[in-house]
T-cell receptor
Framework: GQNIDQPTEMTATEGAIVQINCTYQ??????LFWYQQHAGEAPTFLSY????GLEEKGRFSSFLSRSKGYSYLLLKELQMKDSASYLC??????????FGAGTTVTVRA | ETGVTQTPRHLVMGMTNKKSLKCEQH?????MYWYKQSAKKPLELMFV???????ENNSVPSRFSPECPNSSHLFLHLHTLQPEDSALYLC??????????????FGPGTRLLVL
């Protein structure tokens, strides 16, 4: 089966940096996605990595190491609106995304 | 993001009821998905339709029946559900190119409560 692990909860202060780690063991690998989900809302796409390295998109960056089965999402200059659940998902075939349980990030003033 | 819409947003039903969830995508995609999201658990893929053909059925009980009449619409027909089926049901769509699928975009979900 697929195994995708990420921390359950993280708390950080407004303006700070938070790094959410994700480790995976899957039968195949065809890309890793990060989604943001506010309570009661749809998951929204944040980033996609298929090759090793860092992808930067504004305040958010995502890193992938395929040999280590490891990714992280880096959130910089945290804002209150960044309080949400962050989902790590691995595509292991043509269509299927396997998700982690999500990391709830709470930003404090 | 209003590219994928779902109705109803909330649904309460008894175990003997029949109801349907509807999903519509306005992104020109050709693949659509149903996911189940239970509290504190990972999203679980239920069904995948690509080019209006079902390509994935993840051992979902027969009380859930999907229908994809065209590439823009997806339904989930519900019949004789159990209380443990209470969850958020999410629809997603993506573009399929060649052998693979691009990024999936999600609808807001239907919050289902089975009494």
């Amino acid at each position: 089966g697929q195994n995708i692990d990420q921390p359950t909860e993280m708390t950080a202060t407004e303006g700070a940096i938070v790094q959410i780690n994700c480790t995976y063991q899957t039968s195949g690998f065809n890309g890793l996605f990060w989604y943001q989900q506010h309570a009661g809302e749809a998951p929204t796409f944040l980033s996609y990595n298929v090759l090793d390295g860092l992808e930067e998109k504004g305040r958010f960056s995502s890193f992938l190491s395929r040999s280590k089965g490891y990714s992280y999402l880096l959130l910089k200059e945290l804002q209150m609106k960044d309080s949400a659940s962050y989902l790590c998902a691995v595509r292991d075939g043509d269509y299927k995304l396997s998700f982690g349980a999500g990391t709830t990030v709470t930003v404090r003033a | 993001e209003t590219g994928v819409t779902q109705t109803p947003r909330h649904l309460v039903m008894g175990m003997t009821n029949k109801k349907s969830l509807k999903c519509e995508q306005h992104l020109g995609h050709n693949a659509m998905y149903w996911y189940k999201q239970s509290a504190k658990k990972p999203l679980e893929l239920m069904f995948v339709y690509s080019l209006e053909e079902r390509v994935e059925n993840n051992s979902v009980p027969s009380r859930f029946s999907p229908e994809c009449p065209n590439s823009s619409h997806l339904f989930l027909h519900l019949h004789t559900l159990q209380p443990e089926d209470s969850a958020l049901y999410l629809c997603a769509s993506s573009q399929v190119i060649g052998e693979g699928s691009e990024t999936q975009y999600f609808g807001p979900g239907t919050r289902l409560l089975v009494l």
